[in-house]
């Protein structure tokens, strides 16, 4: 039997492909690739050269959590959302098929890969909509890059992954890492972060978690290394909570890795332009386990943020 997996993920591709998005592979500059989707209409050819030209319509991003790649976690948004917005969804540094031969695995680093990225694109400013990972990310760019980011939508994350923070969900979770969660190496292991993140997570047969297993894990040395640089010492996380941007908070009610609590902590630490709403019925993978009504709020909110630039 062939990976069922590695099917389904080719059939979303090509579902994609219809919406209006096509990949693209981006050379950063030399060593370092993006895979990313575009807008198919931003995309043509000069002297059989491929060129890119800015979006017509506003442009929203949409970064990735750490166990999806950028289609596989957005997917059901990508089909609502092409026909009014401009929609770019990259594969951050070793996911999908963005890659590098530098060193660097900073949040720094992954967000100034994707800056570089859309500069590449021609895209000069962009709604960011990032879940977990990606809104981890999202922060930094939206900090060191104020005049791309002018919103964002974030769902079930934080500003800065910190020691104590870690700790807590460690504790919370019975494990002694992100990487003990976050990249398993058994079929127990990739049952127990799927019933993490979900709210009520669906039976498959253990050949599906094998094929999810061989097909989703791979870069696993540069991917824990991504995860030891992310968690940041309590004494040196930044105590710097004014964004230029508003900022809506958008969570699963049952989110078993970062709970309302400590989004309702977030959202006071940074003040009266963020607002935050939760789903019920719905855990940190809230846009795929409740995709419905994730999309409408998440369509409420874009709609409304255009209409105020």
Same mark, same amino acid.
């Given at each position: ?16 492909? *219809? ?6 592979? =981006? ?15 931003? /995309? ?5 050269? =491929? ?11 949409? #970064? %990735? ?5 950028? =289609? ?8 609502? !959302?092409?026909?009014?917005?401009? /929609? ?29 990225? !859309? ?8 709604? #960011?909509?990032? !879940? ?22 974030? @769902? ?16 919370? *979770? ?7 969660? *976050? ?6 292991? *990739?049952?127990?972060?799927?019933? /993490?993140?979900? %709210? ?30 992310? /968690? ?6 930044? @105590? ?7 900022? %809506? ?41 409740? @995709? @419905? ?17």
């Amino acid at each position: 039997m062939g990976n069922v997996f590695a099917v389904m993920t080719a059939l979303l591709h090509g579902v994609v492909k *219809l919406a209006g998005l096509t990949p693209q592979a =981006i050379e950063i500059e030399p060593g370092t690739i993006m895979k990313v989707w575009v807008p198919k209409e931003t /995309v043509t050819k000069n002297d059989g050269k =491929i060129v890119y030209i800015p979006p017509t319509k506003p442009a929203v991003l949409l #970064l %990735h959590s750490f166990s999806m790649d950028g =289609i596989f976690n957005w997917f059901f948004q990508v089909l609502t !959302l092409t026909r009014e917005y401009s /929609v770019y969804v990259p594969d951050f540094l070793f996911f999908g098929g963005s890659i590098t031969d530098r060193k660097e695995r900073s949040v720094s680093f992954q967000a100034e890969f994707v800056v570089k990225g !859309l500069e590449k694109l021609r895209v000069e400013k962009v709604i #960011l909509v990032g !879940l977990s990972y990606g809104g981890i990310v999202g922060f930094k760019m939206a900090k060191l890059y104020p005049e791309l980011v002018k919103s964002m939508v974030v @769902s079930c994350t934080v500003i800065e992954l910190t020691e104590s923070i870690s700790r807590d969900v460690y504790k919370q *979770l019975g494990v002694s890492s992100w990487s003990e969660l *976050l990249m398993p190496t058994t079929i127990e292991g *990739l049952k127990r972060l799927t019933s /993490v993140v979900a %709210h009520k997570p669906l039976w498959a047969p253990d050949f599906i978690y094998r094929n999810i297993l061989e097909t989703t894990f791979g870069n696993r040395k540069e991917r824990i290394e991504l995860l030891e640089a992310l /968690v940041v010492p309590d004494d040196d996380a930044n @105590s710097d909570f004014n964004y230029s941007q508003t900022i %809506h908070m958008l969570w699963g009610e049952d989110d078993k890795i970062f709970d309302l609590d400590l989004a309702r902590i977030m959202k006071m630490r940074l003040g009266d332009k963020t607002t935050l709403d939760w789903i019920k019925d719905a855990g940190h993978v809230v846009p795929s386990e409740q @995709s @419905s009504i994730y999309n409408q709020r998440l369509k409420c909110v874009l709609e409304r943020v255009t209409k105020e630039q």
